[in-house]
């Protein structure tokens, strides 16, 4: 049986954004045919319990230090984090290594050359243009452009979610497109599915009555693009839609709400962090379900974009920036709504979701029927059989 260690930036149980979702959903279904050894860490923990119970699957933990305080860039010079790296490593003496996001990487070169073993690198954001669409413009950005490409020509295989990011890194670091494979993320349909009896207990979780229209945004809330996408929401989205709805509630979803203090105000609901794991009431899925628009109005960012293939999961109504939806197959019109930014063409497509039931119904049954027909989490983890058989021929 193969042997795969995993150096995850932060910890999974419960996941608490895209990144760690798909890290929790590799680990889930890569032990089913493989076994399997994870590093994680405690940044952005929830610290939840492992709730994946499998004899394939070893779980270790990097201690905590005051270097956590730098996020996930702390890792690439955390002694405590190599230190937790190689005794894994040791121990299990792996197969392959994978990198899980670009900050784990230099703990993985190092690994994979000390132990003459593949590295693939999953590259689930492209980290430097991600940071050339936040604006940034320091000295720092330079630094993650050669961290990059170094990392990017350093791996055996890296993993891709779309071409548009394959893309990028081709034209920026001069990588072989060869040495790249395209593995979406994915969603559960069998968790996210939409549930009228979920929805009831979400709704009354939030105290809002069955008719009342609700518009929902999932993100990370101390991230920069989901920040900007509840300005967008309080300041542009929210007005129009009382202009026409007065009794319209919009649920802000997700770890962090504390930072947004400024945007709380009467017809604002900030959730907080909301598990999508099954056994939990109300889950991530009942609140989709509770939801007649899904907004996803990202002017920035790149990377897992999960929120999107949750909702169509759920049967919602999706209404996205094309950068929001960058990569992902859905079709303007036919499974989703997209503008081109957050301007009165979003909004005005916000509201003829809320004006018409007969095309929230369509897009939701249609977008549904392309998860089940290309997005499984279980079908995208099983093509990762493939990069480690590439790998070992």
């Known amino acids: 049986m193969r042997k795969i260690l995993v150096l995850s930036p ?40 492992v709730d994946l119970d499998s004899a394939n699957l070893t779980i270790h933990y990097c201690a905590e230090s005051p270097i956590d305080r730098l996020g996930y860039k702390g890792l690439m010079f955390n002694p405590l984090y190599y230190r937790a790296a190689w005794q894994a490593a040791r121990e299990f003496q792996p197969d392959i290594v994978q990198a899980e996001l670009l900050w784990t990487a230099p703990a993985a070169v190092w690994l994979s050359r000390r132990l003459g073993v593949p590295l693939v690198l999953m590259q689930e954001n492209v980290e430097y243009q991600k940071f050339v669409r936040f604006g940034m413009t320091s000295p720092l950005l330079k630094g993650i452009k050669w961290l990059e490409g170094w990392a990017c ?38 968790l996210f599915d939409y549930q009228p009896e979920g929805a009831a207990v979400a709704r009354d979780k939030l105290g809002l009555a069955a008719g009342v229209p609700v518009l929902t945004f999932v993100g990370k809330l101390d991230y920069i693009p989901n920040v900007r996408a509840v300005e967008y929401i309080a300041e542009r989205i929210a007005p129009a839609v009382w202009a026409q709805y007065p009794e319209a509630r919009f649920v802000i979803i997700g770890q962090g709400a504390d930072a947004l203090t400024n945007h709380k105000r009467d017809g604002m609901i900030f959730a907080g962090f909301v598990d999508a794991r099954p056994g939990v009431q109300p889950n991530l899925s009942d609140y989709l379900s509770a939801s007649d628009v899904v907004l996803v109005p990202l002017d920035s960012g790149s990377g897992t974009r999960l929120k999107i293939v949750e909702a169509a999961s759920n049967a919602r109504a999706v209404i996205s920036t094309r950068l929001g939806a960058e990569g992902q197959s859905f079709v303007d019109g036919e499974e989703i709504l997209i503008a081109d930014e957050v301007d009165q063409a979003f909004i005005d497509a916000t509201l003829r979701l809320l004006d018409d039931a007969g095309l929230r119904e369509r897009l939701g049954r249609n977008a549904r029927a392309k998860v089940l027909a290309r997005y499984s989490w279980r079908a995208q983890v099983r093509k990762m059989k493939q990069v480690y058989e590439e790998l070992e021929t």
């Open 10 to 49: 932060c910890d999974v149980f419960p996941p608490v954004h895209g990144s760690s979702t798909a890290i929790y959903h590799t680990l889930q279904y890569l032990s089913e045919t493989n076994q399997v050894s994870a590093v994680l860490c405690y940044l952005y923990s929830q610290r939840g319990s």
């Open 153 to 190: 020509r350093k791996a055996d295989r890296i993993v891709a979610l779309s071409e548009v990011d394959r893309d990028f890194m081709v034209n920026l670091y001069g990588v072989p497109q060869e040495r790249f494979a395209l593995i979406p993320h994915g969603v559960d349909p069998e």
